[in-house]
């Protein structure tokens, strides 16, 4: 809330800008944090399930809604594409980096070693997963190694239900909730039409399937260019350049590169390393959409006239 005041005929008078809520808890319905270490039971083998709310996904945000029903008593499971916890990242190319610090991609209930890296790597992902899934026993409510083939919801009885092919043979859960917790739409590659691409004699790659620098090199490559300019792209040329390649970024349009200190600063998302990862939240997710691009581009306006 920003309090303006107003010069009306001499008086000053205060008005509320920006109001926000955020939901804390239900009422009623707290979570029980003691149900997080208890045993789950597994999920039964038959072919016709049932279940209070199934979860698509088993990745970072599959893994902790899945901490939350448990916390609050609520029958759930998921499904996973990949064999196991952590696959996600496990996955991923060998030098993938998170471009921010760890403290603002904190997990609940279980924060990260304070032995990891401030910078996390594809296996500090990894295994923080793995370690989440273990300690609140989750790996029985995941069906691994499974996809969805169809959806149908019933308005009558106001539940879906959902096919799943498993083990070789499709299962039916019916739920009352559907949860998609399967990214942001970035998992599905897309290769760019390049005029001229198919006279390209070399191996062409794309982010979400190449793993080193090395593995290039190996394969006889000399030289490599990087088609486009996101966080995969400069982990990627600093890999290929470490490892001996010489490196040609092309990019759409100009990027912004923006030093990690600023990201720490405590005006920003370095406030997390300085209060709880309950107060960062609501300090970030109750501020105004309509002004917060103009003031993070004023602060690091800011950043960038104090530097020497």
Not at 82 to 88: K, L, T
Not at 179 to 185: C, F
Not at 193 to 207: C, D, N, V, Y
Request: hydrophobic share 40%; proline share 5%.
């Amino acid at each position: 809330m920003m309090l303006v005041p107003e010069d009306d005929l001499g008086k000053i008078r205060w008005k509320i800008w920006s109001l926000a809520t955020m939901l804390v808890e239900f009422e009623g319905l707290p979570e029980d944090f003691g149900r997080l270490t208890l045993p789950s039971p597994a999920i039964p083998n038959s072919d016709k399930l049932e279940t209070g709310v199934l979860i698509v996904g088993a990745g970072n945000a599959g893994l902790i809604q899945a901490a939350r029903f448990k916390a609050f008593g609520i029958d759930h499971m998921l499904v996973e594409k990949n064999a196991r916890a952590g696959d996600n990242w496990a996955n991923r190319y060998d030098y993938l980096r998170f471009h921010i610090g760890k403290n603002y991609c904190q997990v609940p209930y279980l924060p990260y070693p304070k032995a990891t890296s401030y910078i996390l790597t594809r296996n500090d992902l990894r295994d923080h997963m793995r370690r989440f899934a273990d300690e609140f026993d989750l790996d029985k409510r995941v069906m691994y190694s499974s996809t969805i083939q169809s959806t149908a919801y019933d308005k009558a009885t106001r539940s879906w239900s959902v096919g799943v092919v498993t083990d070789g043979r499709v299962k039916s859960v019916r739920c009352k909730a559907m949860v998609l917790s399967t990214g942001v739409g970035y998992s599905v590659p897309r290769m760019p039409e390049i005029a001229g691409k198919r006279t390209f004699q070399g191996p062409e790659t794309h982010s979400h399937r190449f793993r080193s620098g090395a593995e290039l090199k190996a394969q006889g490559a000399l030289s490599v260019i990087i088609v486009g300019s996101g966080c995969s792209a400069f982990d990627i040329l600093e890999d290929c350049h470490s490892a001996g390649l010489k490196v040609t970024m092309v990019q759409r349009s100009p990027t912004l590169v923006i030093p990690m200190a600023f990201y720490e600063d405590p005006s920003g998302l370095g406030v997390f390393d300085h209060v709880s990862t309950a107060t960062a939240d609501a300090m970030f997710m109750t501020g105004a959409l309509q002004v917060g691009g103009e003031l993070s581009r004023q602060g690091h306006a800011a950043q960038a006239r104090a530097e020497p």
